[in-house]
């Protein structure tokens, strides 16, 4: 780091990379030095189409930090090589900003906690919705105690017909379909308020019935998809509080349901979407009893209704780099999402198992 100014690498050419290497030219304190893609060519073709033709580009991370001295990278690679791109990055004095989801299983997820707390680098994850007003507004409502004790959670969302292709439907690539790709948005939305408690058992289904249909997607798409398209499971918090949890990349229904909390004193109803990407779908309802024992529903009015959920993913960026140059903590800590990780892996394994399983989450 010189003249408070990040030397920024990207790692991943594709599409979502795009959004970070527009964040970081925005932001006055960082210098994008380096793109990184194995696919040949990909790497040069992101940086001449960004007007950075001075950026050096390579096709492996090793060659790229052996030629640059790095202060920071985004990790925007495929989900199952995130754990070993960010831990690389990480031995060799960079900090990371990773993309969601965080990994493909628990112990990708562990590797990388392990590898910032030995480093001492900053690890921080690609959760863009915390930054949006009406998801501050739900941390705000929930932590002020309005609610009470809060008992069940129902969350999920997802899409009537809506499919990715390329790198998200494979296993080699992706690891996990809709569970991952959007079900961590909704699982970070629910657990978030509460301060992220301790899972402790799962029991879980996933499906593929719509990815392999030539009804929901392109010939060469449905011949190689081998993710889930659709998930739903039961999982049971520390404290009592239990979450209905269901996701989908298509489902023949606009939505599988709001997200609702309910708390001993109240409860609030979160208008779902399709992804969570940018945080509750509209404004909030909040459901109680007044002192004199009536019915309330009172809906929250919207903190910034002038809000631009464009300039998320420049929040998220900024809050990194602003890290990365006073010394952390990390924006959004890799302990929370390590929970949210081994929510993940629980449902996938469950699935996979046929059965109820425990969650257990190692000590870093």
Not at 292 to 319: C, Q, T, W
Request: hydrophobic share 40%.
């Amino acid at each position: 780091m010189t003249d408070n100014l990040l030397k920024i690498g990207i790692i991943g050419c594709g599409g979502i990379a795009g959004l970070h290497v527009n964040s970081y030219k925005q932001n006055p304190h960082t210098e994008i030095a380096a793109f990184c893609d194995v696919i040949p060519g990909k790497a040069r073709e992101m940086a001449t189409r960004k007007k950075l033709p001075d950026a050096r580009c390579y096709e492996n991370i090793a060659e790229m930090f052996e030629r640059e001295k790095l202060d920071a990278v985004s990790v925007c690679t495929y989900n199952a090589t995130h754990a070993e791109c960010a831990v690389y990055a990480m031995e060799h004095g960079a900090h990371v900003l990773l993309e969601k989801p965080m990994a493909v299983t628990l112990e990708e997820g562990l590797s990388m906690a392990r590898a910032e707390k030995a480093t001492g680098m900053i690890l921080s994850h690609g959760f863009q919705p915390r930054y949006a007003p009406l998801t501050r507004q739900l941390c705000e409502v929930v932590g002020s105690g309005r609610l009470g004790d809060v008992y069940y959670i129902q969350t999920g969302g997802g899409r009537r017909s809506g499919i990715p292709g390329g790198t998200f439907i494979e296993k080699r690539t992706a690891g996990i379909g809709a569970i991952g790709d959007i079900g961590c948005y909704a699982i970070d939305l629910a657990l978030n308020p509460l301060g992220y408690p301790k899972p402790l058992t799962v029991t879980a289904d996933k499906s593929d019935y719509f990815g392999r249909s030539l009804k929901y997607s392109e010939p060469e798409n449905a011949a190689r998809f081998d993710v889930d398209d659709f998930a739903s499971a039961y999982i049971r918090f520390e404290g009592g509080l239990v979450m209905d949890f269901r996701i989908a990349w298509a489902m023949n229904m606009d939505t599988s349901g709001d997200m609702l909390m309910l708390g001993r004193d109240a409860g609030i109803r979160i208008p779902s979407t399709e992804c969570w990407n940018r945080g509750p779908g509209g404004q909030m309802t909040l459901y109680y009893r007044n002192r004199i024992g009536m019915e309330v529903s009172e809906i929250l009015p919207d903190p910034d209704p002038d809000f631009n959920y464009e300039s998320l993913f420049a929040r998220k960026v900024d809050a990194f780099v602003d890290a990365g140059l006073n010394g952390g903590p990390a924006p959004i800590p890799t302990k929370q999402i390590i929970v949210n990780q081994a929510v993940l892996d629980g449902i996938v394994r469950s699935a996979e198992a046929g059965r109820e399983i425990d969650i257990v989450i190692p000590e870093v």
